[in-house]
């Protein structure tokens, strides 16, 4: 089975979009927002090539194309696909579509370097410039039922992958070997590329093999374990340690198809896992199916994280929750769309709530220094019923 | 062979780059950088943990550590690092330590988002705010010996896994396939991890394996072909295209080994090439060497870039060179290091000079649009008596 049949964002979906940004720009008194990272740019108008697109508060979106025109033209259904030979340009065209350039024009503030938006300030001279970027998250943290649609793919695509991982996994190969294992043949049925994530510090990376002891060290990652990592260069994720028997290994597994992403984490043993583990790994799947349970419209996300904190302790694990002691984690789950990590986040004293279309990775994890990481991790929405899995891996401890 | 063994910037080297940054600083009249970025955290420290450095213009650096303290302790030699549990308390952390605030305090503003940077500011009030980026890039594009060393020994890294896609290269697979083929490796062997690179658009991935017709598609890169990619949402490098027999197959692979990148294209086929595609790659060989040959001290980079042109024009490829009519790029080389994409560019109208211990990656390639990619790239340093290739890859075209 492969996931690689051509793909195009359908025009209502771009257009029920717009009407959402514009709606919010008309609520904040923005007159109009440019959009210039690729994820955004993505999802308001379809393609990824190199460009700008500015949408006005009232009116027709403008794309404007820097590189190549036809393959822009032929991706996205917006109307006005404008060639460009220089960014410069744009403030002259946006003015003889609109009759005017925007009296306060918004920027994705939490993305665009400082030398960059001092750039777009000066070739927008008239205009006072805002953060529009709450606005933008805000939207994109709903999903749309074709949206969800496509991250279903993506799950059915993973899905398949933990099963092959399960096929391949041994004795004797390296983290960083098992992972080019299950990555390459990810590859060969429609594994889309690079993981994206927002912030620019955050490096999203599919090889995150958590084997043992050196699988709980804590370090640079905001996550209860980052592991060992090949060098002080990149010290997390997966290693050059052997896979050995009997002992607890995670495997956290960030997947993209056509820009909709998975996380997923499922934790694997050759031949056994000590009781220990299973126990702690069990515990993890008994945090992760309450949660469920109770992720429905209007809770806070703060609850959802308080209840799982409160179960890991009456299960017995207080000091093994979501980290050593000292260097826990706040959050057990974040938004996941076409970035792998994305706003909202199930995290401690989060007072706004669930809403039906919002999707979540949710990741209840413990770590026990020096001894082996242990959880488990879906991706589920919010339908007005509670929450449905899209994560189609067996939930489960997979001893092969 | 592996390159797994355990790596550590040498304590000398931390040493040297902290004194060129302060007499940098001096000279501009800035009393102190605070590196955030982690590229730089890590060249300046040795450690790539969750922290915060300050480079005084003069003093120690204090290097601040945000999550797990013992393995920054381990893999830096930054004599004074201190564990903190907000940033909100490094700026009376350095008033106690060097006896008052920077007045002038430099940041990494080309890659700061303006929210982050808003905090920062807000952080250090005493202070006024510089872009301090230019600075630190000036001083990373010279490499020391030691640097260079790494760098030879991710190129025998990258040597080992192009003799493994001669070995593996078939007609039936895909573009996407072969590249986890030869990526699963290449991990088997040492590849470090994730390419990093600097600008917030750009997209560092492994597997830019361009084959025949779609091969030549251009697009979002700023390089004279994109390929197609496996969707709108991710438009460039590898396709779900099969590798044919008797088509030019570019692949263009950046790699990383303790930190250190090498960036490295070669043209394949399977049985055969069409004897115009064999006489471009031939002709791109030229220029390659060319280049290579007039590579040394002194010799401005546009020069070297007009150079190429020039050369492309008498051998007959003034269409084809750097892009199709209306797309072509204006580089034809870029530094390369801890990122994979670095400062300076060997480029048109470029008047800087080039300088001992500047590496670059040489890539000067063609496009026959509805036909193919062509082209070569190899790793090279700038020493006292001109250009030596630190690519070991075999400069030629691989039929297998």
Redesign the interface.
Known sequence: M?F?K????PADEIEKRTRKIQAELARNNIDGVFI???TDL?YFS?????GFLYIPVEGAPLLFIK??LP?ARS?SSITEIIGIRSIKDIPGLIRDFHGQLPAVLG?E???????D?QFYKKLFKTTSHV?A?GLILKIRQVKSEWEIEQMEVTAQMTSLTFEYMKSVIRPGI?E??F???F??????I?????L?VRN??T?G?P?HVLSGKTGA??????SPA?GK??????????S?KKLCRNEPIMVDMGS?????HMDETRMFAIESMPEKAIKACRACIEIHNAVLEKARPGVTLGRLFDLSVKMAEQLGYAENYLGVPG?RVTFIGHGIG?ELIEAPFIARNREDCLETGMVFALEPKMVFENEFPAGIESVFQVTDKGARLISKVPVGIFVC
């Open positions: 492969k690689t051509p793909f195009q964002v210039v990272q690729r993505f379809g393609t990824a090539q190199n590189q190549y393959r991706e920027f503030l939490d993305v665009l370097p400082v030398n938006f953060d970027s390296t960083m070997e992972s080019g294992m990555e390459a043949f990810a590859r060969t429609g594994q889309g590329g690079k994206r620019y510090q490096e990376y090889w060290l804590p370090g640079l990652l905001d980052s990592g090949t060098s002080a260069a990149f010290p997390v994720g997966a050059h993209v198809l056509n820009g909709y260097h076409l």
